[in-house]
């Protein structure tokens, strides 16, 4: 799972369809999920961009990576990424 979107690096380059993936994912409390997502032009090569987010997680709800998914689409940046 991951999610696509057109994005721009940290030097101002603009990525288009952009490959954005959670990786790192822990629980950090037994009701937080803390994640680094990282930014790909391809899976080949490095990262472009990586940065930490954190989320509330419902042990009753879908499995941490879907509900980690599920906080960055309701995020403003990533409102219209698409699963991929």
Same mark, same amino acid.
């Given at each position: ?16 369809? =952009? +490959? ?8 950090? /409390?037994?009701? *937080?999920?803390?994640?680094? &997502? ?17 989320? =509330? +997680? ?8 879907? /509900?980690?998914? *599920?906080?960055?689409?309701? &995020? ?9």
């Amino acid at each position: 799972m991951a999610l696509k979107k057109s994005t721009t690096a940290i030097y101002g380059n603009q990525v288009l369809d =952009a +490959y954005h993936r959670i990786e790192n994912l822990r629980l950090s /409390q037994k009701n *937080l999920i803390s994640f680094h &997502l990282k930014s790909y032009v391809d899976t080949n090569y490095p990262s472009f961009g990586e940065s930490i987010y954190h989320c =509330a +997680y419902d042990i009753n709800g879908e499995n941490p990576i879907k /509900q980690a998914y *599920l906080h960055l689409k309701s &995020l403003p940046e990533f409102a219209d990424a698409v699963d991929c």
